[in-house]
């Protein structure tokens, strides 16, 4: 285990410490302390590693990760996990807004309350909120699934593409173009191993599904409205 | 792209060292506003019946003690001052509309910051660190202040544009944000007789928040019609005699986070600022929900 204090280091040296780790690296665990709210933790990971931060961390924590994972035992400030491509992020906490905002690929897993626009523009990411989500989670979400084992916010999936959304508590409001879908039986198998992986307690079959109506795809002058 | 801090105290410790933890949050902001920076203080009551002003003159020789004695002959008391940097506190046994007509006439070359019975405000250009030490904020104790960095993005950078604007006797407001609908609604304040002295939204959005109070208004009622009318992205920070209030508009785009402990309730643009606080890691954390309005007070 390697220990980095960020009161004695710089972000970047740390970031670029953990860039330049080959491949087949030996330093594989690296516990941070003090991040202090601190932004850009860990991000550009591409490697088999485990960082395991201490504490609150600031914006953007995670973004881009590859391979690694990361946990946060503390709450993380906005764009945690952004843009992530594989890979595993884990905030012990809660996560302010645009958790998980355009990510690729690998699972985010917010155990709290996300506030609002969670998995905005997903594309293909898995995330996990033990918690609530805030208003305009998943808007414009294209692919990939957002688990939400409390409530939503307003406008749930507003111009939605294919990610599917599930959902335990009240939805208050679902976007343009995002409907209720029926929870079929290959939709809670993909929920049983999200929850399973993710490490959270919840009954499956308590969720709900929304999805696309797909009446935005195509230009239709009925819809004009909607848009 | 600005900062906002906000520090409650809970405990006389926390009293005795407000400025100075007040001075290490903002200058935590110093990169979401290195143009100029301020805050609003509560601390001293002026005795029954006078009232505390704040004053700013750029000039640093201007002779604050001519203006206070000059004061002083005309209103007949005792006139205190006490001055910090380019601002000087004046305490006055008077009500303001009379010393706002004396000052405007014999003294148009000094500004009126701040009015009320505790409030001090101090804003000027430049970075965080730089105000932090023109004005000695560390040294400053009191029940609760509110900070801002500023990057301007809707209008000039100068004293007169620095947040907090004072929006009433001890109150004051910060602003993150910009918003789109301040020239009409300037023109609808002025037909109010608001006086609004530049062309920044920030300050039309104190000035309504001014004219809603004066039509008798609670705070709380005012901050919920300004979520009709002020068309535009915000976070608000309020300052009031006895606490403060925070506010964020529907889409809630502008960053805030809420701490709270046994000794203080604090208030930021980022936790980072609140890091910087004794016991910030054992704090109870959250984020403020858009167009709800939390306060704080004494009362």
Known sequence: MIEVDLDQTEIRDLNERLHRLPPDTNERAWHIVNPKGRHAIGVGLDGPITVTIDGHVGFYCAGMNKQAEVVVNGHAGPGVAENMMSGFVRVRGNASQSAGASARGGLLVIEGDTSSRCGISMKGADIVVGGSVGHMSAFMAQRGNLVVCGDAGRSLGDSIYEARLFVRGSVESLGADCVEKELRPEHLDILTKLLDRAGIRANPREFKRYGSARKLYNFNVDHAAAY | MCGIVGLYTKNPDIEQ????????????????????????????????????????????????????????????????????????????????????????????????????????????????????????????????????????????????????????????????????????????????????????????????????????????????????????????????????????????CKHAVLAETDDWVAMATEYRSIATLPGADKAVIWEPVPAQIYSWSRA
């Open chain 2, 17 to 252: 060292r407000l400025g100075d933890y007040l001075s290490s949050m903002l200058i935590e902001m110093t990169e979401r506003g290195p143009d100029s920076a301020g805050i609003a203080v509560y601390r001293n009551p002026a005795p029954k019946g006078a009232t505390k002003l704040t004053l700013h003159n750029a000039d640093p020789n201007y002779s604050w003690p001519q203006l206070a004695h000059d004061m002083q002959e005309e209103l007949g008391d005792k006139v205190s001052v006490e001055v910090r940097g380019s601002h000087a506190v004046l305490i006055a046994h008077e009500q303001y509309p009379a010393i706002r007509a004396w000052l405007h006439h014999h003294h148009p070359e000094v500004s009126v910051v701040s009015v009320g019975d505790k409030i001090e405000i101090y804003k000027e250009m430049g970075l965080p660190a730089d105000v932090v030490q023109r004005f000695h904020l560390r040294d400053l104790r009191g029940t609760h202040a509110l900070g801002h960095t500023r990057m301007a993005t809707e209008s000039a950078v100068t004293t007169e544009h620095s947040h907090p604007f004072s929006t009433g006797l001890d109150l004051c407001l910060v602003h993150n944000g910009s918003l789109s609908n301040h020239n009409r609604l300037r023109e609808r304040l002025k037909k109010h007789d608001i006086e609004i002295r530049t062309d920044n939204d920030t300050e039309v959005a104190a000035g309504y928040l001014t004219w809603r109070l004066r039509e008798g208004a609670t705070l709380d009622e005012a901050l919920e019609a300004a979520i009709k009318d002020l068309d535009g992205f915000y976070t608000f920070a309020v300052g009031t005699k006895d606490g403060f209030a925070v506010l964020r508009d529907p889409i809630a």
